[in-house]
């Protein structure tokens, strides 16, 4: 954090494109004048549907940037407001609305005998199952209390190191795995028979839906020992006497099924009752955000997909987990009623991290007005007609309500604690600089569009679908005048403990919140799903596909997989030298073996191509790696155009990543995981000419 605040090429005015390509400092009122004045006139002369949004990680950090972005976008009464939830695990929310939610909430790592992580590397992410405020020393103290990890990876990362168990199958097989454990789980009657009488309905049709992946079929097709699966099965249902749960990541969740890998994962826990019951500890009790009674009940399943906005591409709509933006490109470059033509980023960075960069590329080129929120000129700010410079977070005030609220995202995420945290302003911008804090700027253009703004804070999940608190609602227009601390104390206005008190801990705390699950509802009748019909169709299409038939690829021998980088968020930092330390690239990892099987080293230039494209790349022998795997860090890379600087800014994954040939039907993420890639010497043997080359290159 200190690193990027510091950073020597942090904007510290915002910036503007003029016709002639020359790009000059622009005095932020200035700026907002300008981009409200050509908002207008693009909504006056195509629609509202013109204006899109698009929301990426760095928007996290300030509590009303979404909220604020969003509340614009419904002012101007566009719904093309996209985040990059659909292109990371939008399966998560698609799975928990056809299974739903349970009201008492997840178990505590903290206190749990077995754990199962799939495709997910919390050691470096610290993102999801185990707490990830330090999940290495969580991990150690729960594998020396006698917990037993189970990791299921096709690379030996940092946490499958520390597995008691580490499945290492071939990418992509996570549902024939799940299937698996499943299937044994019920043949042997390790299920929680009471806790699914009760609680859930399906469950003869999931039993059914799994007969097909015996033990046999999914070790061959998976390629893991058959004994280990089965260990692997009875670890995670019988070892121990407290329970756990099972969580998966992006690794698992890029190969293509991610929707019912997710769903898989839901029926695990719930088949195995691991659930927090009447009478336990409520592992999230919540402090900024309201009080809430945690039931041992289920809220039942809702609509997740199918309704709302239509995109004119592939039949997508939006979703619980938002609107689809892998389509997002297509949305500007498809002309007709309808196209975007202006798109506003906030913390995002589509050139490094959409799926197929030349089409990103041609469309953000395209675009009539693109405006960025962004600290440095990235290369999405780079395209830009404005790029606005926000301040950073340890500008602007600081509040946790957005840990708390990422529990609504997936179990096994927040905080397991009541713990809450304030912090004002730490530094002042540096001086001479003309920064805005995000929200404000939204607020601007709304004052001069003179827009009625309804700012929405929720507490729940699937898109509004599930709350546990009512709403905090607050209406702006052009008389709004609000500090950012006056903002927080409104979103704040319901909280279980008041934001005055946590402000007295400037260091953070756990309070004193002794919250227990309460029983059901005398009247409930409702029921969690574990029988969801779509998903059960999809699972039978898995089934039938020929697995063998698709491996034998011999122009496409190896399948690219992703993983996180220690040291950078994305594509945050990795130009800093103090982060990169003198590699400002992402290699290509490859098992050694299959380095000298190519008669190439460490360090060599090579190409990899996917039948979409191919990019330069530097080789690094990993043997963590299974043989026919290579993997890859995301978001580095310059433009198409600068190819031949692979050294000097790493390798775009993006390039390798068509939209529209595998994709999910129902969120349009597209495979950016278990790709059939070449990997070759550079200016040997195979040339750039020689790969497929797709439309796009073509065209690119
Ligand atoms: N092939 C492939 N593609 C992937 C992935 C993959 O693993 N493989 N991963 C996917 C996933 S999970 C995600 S989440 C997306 C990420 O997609 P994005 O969120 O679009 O990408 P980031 O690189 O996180 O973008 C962060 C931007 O925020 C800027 N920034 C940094 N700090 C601040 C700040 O304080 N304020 C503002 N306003 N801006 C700031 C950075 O300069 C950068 O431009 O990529 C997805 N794409
Ligand atoms: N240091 C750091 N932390 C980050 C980020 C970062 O860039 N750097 N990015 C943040 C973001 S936006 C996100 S979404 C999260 C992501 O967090 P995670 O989902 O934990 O991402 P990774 O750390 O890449 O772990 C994914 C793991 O999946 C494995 N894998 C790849 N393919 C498959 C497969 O087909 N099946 C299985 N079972 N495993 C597979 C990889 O080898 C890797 O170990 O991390 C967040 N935290
Ligand atoms: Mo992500």
């Given at each position: 954090?200190?690193?990027?605040?510091?950073?020597?090429?942090?904007?510290?005015?915002?910036?503007?494109?003029?016709?002639?390509?020359?790009?000059?400092?622009?005095?932020?009122?200035?700026?907002?004048?300008?981009?409200?004045?050509?908002?207008?006139?693009?909504?006056?002369?195509?629609?509202?549907?013109?204006?899109?949004?698009?929301?990426?990680?760095?928007?996290?950090?300030?509590?009303?940037?979404?909220?604020?972005?969003?509340?614009?976008?419904?002012?101007?009464?566009?719904?093309?407001?996209?985040?990059?939830?659909?292109?990371?695990?939008?399966?998560?929310?698609?799975?928990?609305?056809?299974?739903?939610?349970?009201?008492?909430?997840?178990?505590?790592?903290?206190?749990?005998?077995?754990?199962?992580?799939?495709?997910?590397?919390?050691?470096?992410?610290?993102?999801?199952?185990?707490?990830?405020?330090?999940?290495?020393?969580?991990?150690?103290?729960?594998?020396?209390?006698?917990?037993?990890?189970?990791?299921?990876?096709?690379?030996?990362?940092?946490?499958?190191?520390?597995?008691?168990?580490?499945?290492?199958?071939?990418?992509?097989?996570?549902?024939?795995?799940?299937?698996?454990?499943?299937?044994?789980?019920?043949?042997?009657?390790?299920?929680?028979?009471?806790?699914?009488?009760?609680?859930?309905?399906?469950?003869?049709?999931?039993?059914?839906?799994?007969?097909?992946?015996?033990?046999?079929?999914?070790?061959?097709?998976?390629?893991?020992?058959?004994?280990?699966?089965?260990?692997?099965?009875?670890?995670?249902?019988?070892?121990?006497?407290?329970?756990?749960?099972?969580?998966?990541?992006?690794?698992?969740?890029?190969?293509?099924?991610?929707?019912?890998?997710?769903?898989?994962?839901?029926?695990?826990?719930?088949?195995?009752?691991?659930?927090?019951?009447?009478?336990?500890?409520?592992?999230?009790?919540?402090?900024?955000?309201?009080?809430?009674?945690?039931?041992?009940?289920?809220?039942?399943?809702?609509?997740?997909?199918?309704?709302?906005?239509?995109?004119?591409?592939?039949?997508?709509?939006?979703?619980?987990?938002?609107?689809?933006?892998?389509?997002?490109?297509?949305?500007?470059?498809?002309?007709?009623?309808?196209?975007?033509?202006?798109?506003?980023?906030?913390?995002?960075?589509?050139?490094?991290?959409?799926?197929?960069?030349?089409?990103?590329?041609?469309?953000?080129?395209?675009?009539?007005?693109?405006?960025?929120?962004?600290?440095e000129m990235s290369l999405t700010s780079r395209l830009a007609d404005y790029v606005i410079a926000?301040?950073?977070?340890?500008?602007?005030?600081?509040?946790?309500?957005?840990?708390?609220?990422?529990?609504?995202?997936?179990?096994?995420?927040?905080?397991?604690?009541?713990?809450?945290?304030?912090?004002?302003?730490?530094?002042?911008?540096?001086?001479?600089?003309?920064?805005?804090?995000?929200?404000?700027?939204?607020?601007?253009?709304?004052?001069?569009?003179?827009?009625?703004?309804?700012?929405?804070?929720?507490?729940?999940?699937?898109?509004?679908?599930?709350?546990?608190?009512?709403?905090?609602?607050?209406?702006?227009?052009?008389?709004?005048?609000?500090?950012?601390?006056?903002?927080?104390?409104?979103?704040?206005?319901?909280?279980?403990?008041?934001?005055?008190?946590?402000?007295?801990?400037?260091?953070?705390?756990?309070?004193?919140?002794?919250?227990?699950?309460?029983?059901?509802?005398?009247?409930?009748?409702?029921?969690?799903?574990?029988?969801?019909?779509?998903?059960?169709?999809?699972?039978?299409?898995?089934?039938?596909?020929?697995?063998?038939?698709?491996?034998?690829?011999?122009?496409?021998?190896?399948?690219?997989?992703?993983?996180?980088?220690?040291?950078?968020?994305?594509?945050?930092?990795?130009?800093?030298?103090?982060l990169n330390r003198g590699k400002p690239f992402n290699p290509v990892y490859m098992h050694p073996?299959?380095?000298?099987?190519?008669?190439?080293?460490?360090?060599?230039?090579?190409?990899?191509?996917?039948?979409?494209?191919?990019?330069?790349?530097?080789?690094?022998?990993?043997?963590?790696?299974?043989?026919?795997?290579?993997?890859?860090?995301?978001?580095?890379?310059?433009?198409?155009?600068?190819?031949?600087?692979?050294?000097?800014?790493?390798?775009?994954?993006?390039?390798?990543?068509?939209?529209?040939?595998?994709?999910?039907?129902?969120?349009?993420?597209?495979?950016?995981?278990?790709?059939?890639?070449?990997?070759?010497?550079?200016?040997?043997?195979?040339?750039?000419?020689?790969?497929?080359?797709?439309?796009?290159?073509?065209?690119?």
């Amino acid at each position: 954090m200190p690193e990027i605040h510091n950073n020597p090429d942090r904007l510290l005015h915002s910036r503007k494109r003029h016709a002639d390509g020359t790009v000059t400092t622009i005095d932020s009122e200035q700026a907002m004048d300008e981009i409200a004045a050509r908002l207008t006139e693009l909504i006056d002369t195509y629609g509202p549907r013109s204006v899109a949004m698009y929301l990426g990680t760095n928007g996290l950090p300030y509590p009303a940037s979404a909220l604020m972005g969003n509340a614009f976008m419904r002012g101007i009464e566009s719904p093309m407001f996209f985040t990059a939830n659909t292109i990371d695990q939008p399966g998560k929310q698609i799975a928990l609305a056809a299974h739903g939610h349970w009201l008492g909430g997840d178990v505590d790592f903290h206190h749990a005998d077995s754990w199962m992580l799939v495709g997910t590397n919390p050691l470096v992410s610290k993102a999801i199952g185990i707490p990830g405020q330090n999940p290495s020393q969580n991990l150690r103290a729960a594998i020396e209390r006698g917990m037993k990890l189970i990791v299921i990876d096709p690379r030996r990362s940092q946490t499958a190191a520390r597995a008691a168990i580490h499945l290492q199958p071939r990418p992509g097989e996570d549902v024939t795995i799940l299937a698996g454990m499943l299937h044994i789980i019920i043949a042997e009657k390790w299920h929680d028979q009471a806790f699914l009488d009760e609680n859930a309905t399906g469950f003869d049709d999931l039993a059914r839906a799994v007969a097909g992946f015996t033990p046999a079929y999914v070790a061959e097709r998976a390629d893991i020992p058959e004994e280990q699966l089965r260990d692997t099965a009875r670890m995670f249902a019988t070892h121990g006497v407290t329970r756990g749960m099972v969580n998966a990541g992006t690794g698992a969740n890029f190969a293509m099924h991610g929707n019912l890998l997710e769903y898989l994962c839901l029926c695990l826990t719930t088949i195995c009752g691991r659930w927090q019951r009447a009478g336990e500890r409520v592992t999230r009790p919540n402090t900024l955000m309201p009080a809430f009674t945690a039931k041992a009940q289920p809220h039942p399943p809702y609509e997740g997909w199918g309704y709302g906005e239509r995109l004119r591409v592939r039949g997508l709509t939006d979703t619980v987990s938002g609107m689809p933006t892998a389509a997002l490109a297509d949305e500007i470059l498809l002309e007709g009623e309808g196209q975007v033509k202006a798109l506003i980023c906030i913390g995002g960075n589509p050139m490094a991290a959409w799926p197929d960069q030349r089409k990103t590329h041609r469309a953000l080129q395209s675009l009539e007005l693109l405006v960025t929120l962004d600290t440095e000129m990235s290369l999405t700010s780079r395209l830009a007609d404005y790029v606005i410079a926000p301040m950073m977070q340890m500008e602007t005030p600081a509040m946790t309500m957005g840990s708390e609220l990422i529990k609504y995202y997936t179990s096994g995420t927040g905080i397991p604690a009541a713990y809450g945290q304030y912090v004002p302003r730490v530094v002042d911008p540096p001086p001479g600089s003309d920064l805005i804090e995000e929200w404000q700027f939204f607020l601007g253009l709304a004052k001069r569009m003179d827009l009625e703004l309804w700012f929405v804070n929720f507490f729940g999940g699937g898109g509004g679908r599930f709350m546990e608190s009512p709403p905090i609602v607050l209406q702006m227009n052009k008389d709004t005048h609000l500090s950012t601390e006056e903002l927080f104390e409104q979103m704040c206005a319901t909280s279980r403990i008041p934001l005055e008190e946590v402000r007295n801990h400037p260091h953070g705390n756990i309070f004193d919140v002794d919250a227990v699950v309460q029983p059901r509802d005398a009247d409930c009748t409702d029921r969690l799903d574990v029988g969801n019909a779509h998903f059960l169709a999809e699972l039978a299409d898995v089934r039938a596909t020929d697995f063998a038939a698709g491996r034998s690829d011999e122009a496409f021998p190896f399948r690219l997989i992703p993983r996180r980088h220690q040291n950078f968020m994305n594509s945050s930092g990795t130009a800093l030298p103090a982060l990169n330390r003198g590699k400002p690239f992402n290699p290509v990892y490859m098992h050694p073996d299959a380095v000298a099987a190519l008669g190439l080293t460490s360090g060599d230039s090579v190409l990899v191509s996917s039948s979409h494209d191919t990019v330069p790349a530097v080789l690094e022998a990993d043997d963590t790696l299974r043989r026919d795997v290579v993997a890859m860090h995301h978001a580095f890379g310059g433009l198409p155009t600068e190819d031949d600087e692979f050294r000097e800014h790493g390798t775009n994954v993006g390039r390798l990543v068509p939209t529209d040939v595998d994709y999910d039907p129902v969120t349009g993420l597209p495979r950016q995981g278990n790709i059939a890639v070449a990997v070759s010497a550079f200016g040997a043997g195979r040339q750039r000419d020689a790969v497929p080359v797709s439309a796009d290159r073509a065209l690119g």
